[in-house]
């Protein structure tokens, strides 16, 4: 870390302390002991996409889980240290959240990158491993022909989303939960450079504009 870029972080938390914490006393005050959020985010680790800045939500309200290309990994039960996973059944067995939301976005790296050949990947073998979690979107993009780079980009990024909304009901207590009516599992879409959110309607298979 440059020094300019370590002065910059030790300049944010002096500002927060002077001004975001100051004016949420109360609010820091009341979940220093509890937290009780009420969705769950799984997000891409993606610097640009920050979900209280999106869905302009208060320290609390949200449970975030990001990694690389906004991935979740089929249920299974394994002596690993399963990050993702652990992190849905946290949220669900004992938070009991009452939403899902599995957001990709525009100009999204991990999509991009399962495009790309065995070499291009070479010096980030896990990486690689971890995409292999998207595989279908990608086969399915590749079965379609589609030639115009842009409308594969994004082609790609929207089925990921819905891929990840199908990964999470391998999830028993998930899928139980569903059933009941207890939990909703949204998909969105979100556009770095417009700021628009697309959530996916099931009924039109199709992402539709939150406005």
Not at 167 to 191: C, M, Q
């Amino acid at each position: 870390m440059s020094e300019r870029d370590e002065g910059s972080l030790f300049d944010g938390v002096r500002r927060f302390n002077q001004t975001d914490f100051i004016e949420h006393r109360e609010l820091f005050a009341r979940v220093a002991r509890r937290q009780d959020p009420h969705t769950l985010f799984v997000g891409c680790a993606d610097s640009r996409v920050i979900p209280n800045l999106i869905t302009k939500t208060l320290p609390g309200e949200l449970f975030t889980v990001r990694n690389v290309g906004n991935l979740v990994p089929f249920y299974r039960e394994a002596e690993e240290y399963l990050a993702t996973t652990s992190a849905i059944e946290y949220a669900v067995r004992i938070l009991r959240i009452k939403n899902i939301v599995i957001c990709g976005h525009s100009n999204c790296g991990g999509v991009g990158a399962l495009f790309a050949d065995d070499e291009a990947l070479s010096a980030v073998p896990h990486t690689r491993r971890w995409l292999s979690l998207a595989r279908r979107v990608r086969d399915r993009v590749v079965a379609e022909g589609i030639d115009d780079p842009v409308e594969r980009e994004w082609r790609a990024e929207q089925y990921n989303v819905v891929e990840q909304m199908n990964h999470l009901v391998t999830y028993p207590y998930v899928k139980d939960a569903f059933r009941r009516g207890e939990l909703s599992i949204r998909g969105w879409y979100y556009v770095i450079e417009t700021g628009e959110v697309f959530d996916y309607d099931p009924s039109k298979a199709e992402f539709v504009r939150i406005e």
